[in-house]
């Protein structure tokens, strides 16, 4: 469960797990039956990790869904619950209608739930996913970890107040199959607005905190960092092809660069789990396109990274050579379990250099999914690098890896920077 501050076969919208209909008109809320308990359970776990929940209520040093994890909000600390089946910290308690009025509503039975919890997009699971998740969660080892007291402030922290903002902000939406569209298009639109809650961090949100739903997926600053406009539109601009963008959900990395701070944590305890045709789904919404043919996949062009005459007079370049080449390569090529390359990087290329910034100015923790699959930690040179030689690193980093020719000035740093220290 991303924080709100925080993504079978083709003949229906088909649970990949369970190989049944994702069908969002049922209105049964009766608990689930014992038989085939089994295979409910197997595909409530899946579930789980399509909703990313272990991402949010478990910490690297607690006990699974144990709770703990730190959100800082603009309202004070609230930390993640345990939804083990753990009688006395946990929901091993709840009944299933319990359950789905905390999931779906944000109302548990101790009170109204901080939309934190993105009950707000959780809303469009449908009743078979629900009954499966609760199946999973009842059964779950329980975690004896207690619950850490939020650090929230009057009048914030009375939970009254909560049930004004989902009078008002809370429009309780259900999914509806677009009619035109393919069912791998539909499954792939179901996991980004429902389980994924993609838009609880791509989303703008207005003067009460609430996602603005006529700007969906248009990307929003969440904890010090531009979650950017997933729209189809802007990806497409950004010239993220179908398989870049479907090797990128499925393993957190590809040609256009690799997850980092929240979005790795997603990554690893969510998307990395999904199976190819949840991922191909969701590739094939964001982008609003068929998957394409093996024959009609395109071979990306291989392009001389060999630094011009004109690269080598930009001011950035001594800085480049001094703080970066030595895990990105000197032609930015990029080490294997090092650092990333940097040619057409989707972070680099953006044009909104807010994250450029940020990860020049705070740096990023070491991002590791296997043995096989890691990334070093990355210095931040906000104490080695001044205003004007962080903007002309970045306007190198654009004229040498990216099609973009525009240069950084120093009150653009300085103007992201005050905004990183005041988020």
């Not at 850490?148 to 009057?154: S, V």
């Amino acid at each position: 469960m991303k924080p709100s501050l925080k993504i079978s076969v083709v003949c229906g919208l088909l649970l990949s797990s369970g190989a049944v209909y994702a069908d969002a008109s049922s209105t049964d809320t009766q608990a689930p039956l014992s038989e085939n308990m089994a295979q409910l359970i197997a595909q409530g776990k899946y579930l789980a990790a399509a909703g990313d929940c272990s991402g949010c209520h478990t910490i690297e040093s607690g006990q699974s869904y144990g709770g703990g994890r730190a959100f800082d909000t603009p309202f004070g600390t609230l930390y993640s619950t345990n939804i083990s089946s753990d009688k006395q910290h946990g929901i091993g308690n709840y009944s299933y209608q319990q359950f789905v009025d905390a999931v779906r509503n944000g109302v548990a039975p101790k009170g109204n739930l901080y939309p934190a919890m993105p009950y707000t997009s959780y809303h469009r699971i449908n009743d078979h996913d629900m009954h499966a998740l609760y199946a999973y969660f009842m059964q779950t080892k329980p975690a004896t970890q207690p619950n850490r007291e939020n650090g929230i402030g009057f009048p914030f922290n009375i939970r009254m107040g909560l049930k004004v903002w989902n009078l008002v902000a809370f429009d309780k939406p259900t999914f509806t199959p677009t009619a035109d569209k393919t069912p791998l298009w539909n499954r792939g639109k179901y996991l980004v607005q429902g389980l994924g809650h993609c838009g609880e961090c791509h989303t703008p949100r207005n003067f009460m905190m609430a996602t603005e739903q006529d700007h969906p997926l248009e990307g929003a600053v969440v904890n010090y960092l531009n979650a950017p406009n997933i729209t189809s539109k802007n990806l497409t601009q950004e010239h993220w092809t179908f398989n870049n963008l479907a090797q990128f959900l499925k393993t957190g990395q590809s040609p256009k660069g690799t997850a980092f701070n929240d979005m790795f944590i997603v990554e690893k305890h969510s998307l990395t789990q999904l199976n190819d045709h949840d991922i191909t789904a969701i590739t094939s919404y964001l982008l609003n396109q068929a998957q394409p043919s093996q024959s009609a996949v395109s071979q990306p062009k291989l392009t001389s990274l060999v630094a011009s005459q004109f690269d080598t007079k930009l001011p950035g370049y001594r800085i480049y050579m001094d703080k970066c080449s030595g895990c990105h390569g000197q032609n930015g090529q990029g080490t294997p379990n090092v650092a990333p390359a940097l040619q057409n990087n989707a972070t680099i290329e953006n044009s909104n250099i807010f994250n450029t910034v940020a990860v020049l100015n705070n740096g990023i923790e070491r991002q590791s999914y296997s043995q096989e699959q890691t990334y070093y930690a990355m210095p931040g040179y906000k104490n080695s690098l001044n205003n004007q030689q962080m903007a002309d690193l970045i306007t190198y980093l654009h004229k040498r890896f990216t099609t973009q020719m525009t240069t950084t000035t120093a009150k653009q740093v300085a103007d992201i920077k005050k905004q990183l220290a005041t988020n």
